[in-house]
Structure formats: C-alpha cells, structure tokens
C-alpha cells in the first residue's frame, strides 16, 4: 500500500483560500494527504521529500493556475507525476483553478485533453465529492439474507482499514467440541482486498490449557467463482496455547476472498471452562458487518451444565441433529468495539 492516497502538486500563491482548505477538507474525510505544510519540516530535503511524495501517493492532485504555470518548482512535480501516471493511468487528476482550455493547452496540450474538474463556482465539499469518486474505496454490505453486495459509489473508509489493506466483510468463528478433550476450530472470513499487492492473510487460535494444536487447512478462495487462489500456508508461532497461521495468495483482480482456517486442538473445553469459569474476548480495530461466534457439542453428560454469554447476556443454547449449538451474531460491529463471551458449566 501506498504512504498517501494523494500528492497536491499546485503554486505557493494559490494555498489561500484554495489549496490549504481543500487539503484539510480531504485530512478530515481520513484520505492521506501529501501537501507541503503537512509533510515538511525544517531541513528536510525539498527535492527528495517531493520525490517520496510523489513515489508513495496513489494520486497526484494538480491545482493547474496562472501562478502553476510560472513554477519551476511545480513542473518538476509535473514531470513525476507524469512519469507516475504512465505506469498509473489516471494517476494524475487535474483540477482547473480560475483557467481555461486554452491556458492549459498552452502549458500542456496533452494534460489539457484529461477529465478535470472545474474550481469555478464549486464549493471545497463539490470538489471532495468528485475527487472521492476517484480516490475512494469501493465496499461491501450485507443483506438481511446473507448476500453480500458492492456499493455503487466510492467513499472514505476507516484509516484501520485502508492500514491493514482490506475490508473484513464477513468473519465467522466456529468451536466444534467433540468431547470434552478433542475439538475442531474454524475461522470462516470475506475480505474485500483494496490492492492486488495484498499477497497474504493471517489467522490466530488461542487457548487457556495447553494442548496438541494442528492446523488442518489454511486456504484462501476467489469469492465469486469459489476457485482456490491460496499458494501454500505458514505457522508463525504454535505454543500450544497460541497459533498464528498465515496463508499466501495471488490476486489478479479486486474482489473479494474467501479465507478458512481450520484447526484441530485438544483441552479447548478445559480451557473454555477452566475453574467453571473462562472467557474469550474479542477487539475489533475495524468495522465489520457480521460477525458470529458459535460453539456445537454432542450431547454428553459434561456438557450439560454448559451456558454461554455476550457482554453477561446470555446466549440460548438450541438442540440440532449433531447435539447442542450456541450461536451469536452481530451486524455492523463498530471499530473497538468488544464482544466478551463467557462461558461455564457451574448449575
């Protein structure tokens, strides 16, 4: 992912009123702005502070002006910009500042002949409109019926999120106890990638009572078609209390995947109930539109004083062909937001 989304190239004379508002009015949607008085200090070096610039933004903002046209300063911006949009195309997005065609034209004919927007009469909140259409994140929603759905227009999205390089659509976590030793683990997930350069995902398991942890698979799915995209799958750490898994992918295209990662563990039920008494928790740093916690048993005498929580409400046990299932969900899970679930065997 790129340091900034984008690079504002423009004329010293034009930061008042113009180009400092619309860089603060783009900082406060959470885009990441490379604009001088945000980016520099005192002794940095303007050549190579300009040229990280330009490298690490996914767009290069040109405040095109009569005061532009007499900078030698913002035509080698120009020319890096250019440079970028030959690799990018579409990089570069113009807007036209109290100029015309012919005063662009005259400058650059090439450049004049791009879509731009008009600063004429717009308000800073117009101008943000149509650059989001540009520079904003596709993302999914989920329907009442479990469908999931893009949005028809860009937007700002959480800077969480744009960090980690993903949205987390769907996340499902499942414990399957097979008695009170064995047991089987799956975290079910859909991300929305924002770059194909996301290459690999991780998922963690964790328990109380150490135990004999494996993973059984670890793979990751194109969404839509349900082709395998994984390649291979690492462990990171395996303690048996704590396992982290990473599974590596290749994506030739933005659309969701589909990431599963099963484990088989023993002592979970111990762990879950230890003294009568544990708990798991779970920080969400980013919004997420569902999210589940299950846990299925068989129908066994230690599991019949079983009882779940969520936040100390309690969670309705309900009989299914294999035994016992209690499941939970939530929709639209709020960044930091915690689900604390309980569980205990006391009667």
Not at 306 to 321: D, Q, T
Request: net charge negative; with cysteine.
């Amino acid at each position: 992912m790129k340091d900034y989304d984008v690079f504002i190239s423009h004329a010293s004379e034009d930061k008042v009123p113009f180009v400092r508002e619309l860089a603060d009015a783009l900082s406060q949607l959470n885009y990441k702005v490379w604009y001088d008085e945000f980016s520099l200090s005192v002794g940095d070096s303007l050549r190579k502070s300009i040229d990280h610039g330009i490298s690490q933004s996914k767009f290069g903002i040109v405040v095109f002006s009569n005061n532009f046209f007499k900078k030698e300063w913002t035509e080698y911006e120009l020319d890096g910009l250019v440079q970028a949009d030959v690799y990018n195309h579409g990089a570069i997005l113009p807007l036209w500042h109290n100029v015309g065609y012919s005063d662009v034209a005259n400058f650059s004919l090439s450049l004049a002949n791009k879509v731009s927007i008009h600063t004429n009469g717009k308000t800073i909140k117009q101008i943000t409109d149509e650059l989001e259409k540009k520079i904003g994140y596709y993302f999914y929603k989920i329907r009442e019926n479990g469908e999931i759905y893009k949005s028809n227009l860009k937007k700002n999205i959480d800077l969480c999120q744009r960090e980690a390089g993903y949205q987390l659509i769907k996340s499902m976590h499942e414990d399957q106890l097979v008695n009170d030793v064995d047991s089987v683990t799956k975290h079910d997930c859909i991300i929305y990638p924002y770059s194909t350069d996301l290459n690999q995902f991780y998922c963690s398991y964790w328990q109380r009572t150490e135990g004999n942890i494996r993973v059984i698979r670890h793979v990751a799915y194109d969404y839509e078609s349900g082709r395998l995209i994984s390649v291979n799958s690492n462990i990171d750490k395996n303690d048996g209390c704590y396992l982290r898994s990473t599974v590596n992918f290749e994506l030739s295209k933005l659309s969701p995947i589909r990431i599963i990662c099963e484990v088989a563990s023993t002592n979970l039920f111990h762990s879950l109930t230890q003294d009568g008494y544990d708990y798991v928790e779970f920080n969400h740093t980013g919004k997420i539109d569902y999210f589940s916690y299950t846990v299925k048993m068989p129908k066994l005498s230690q599991f019949n004083n079983f009882k779940a929580y969520c936040n100390e409400v309690p969670i309705e046990l309900r009989e299914i062909p294999s035994g016992i299932e209690c499941h939970h969900e939530i929709y639209t899970v709020v960044p930091n937001s915690k689900g604390k679930y309980e569980f205990s065997l006391k009667s």
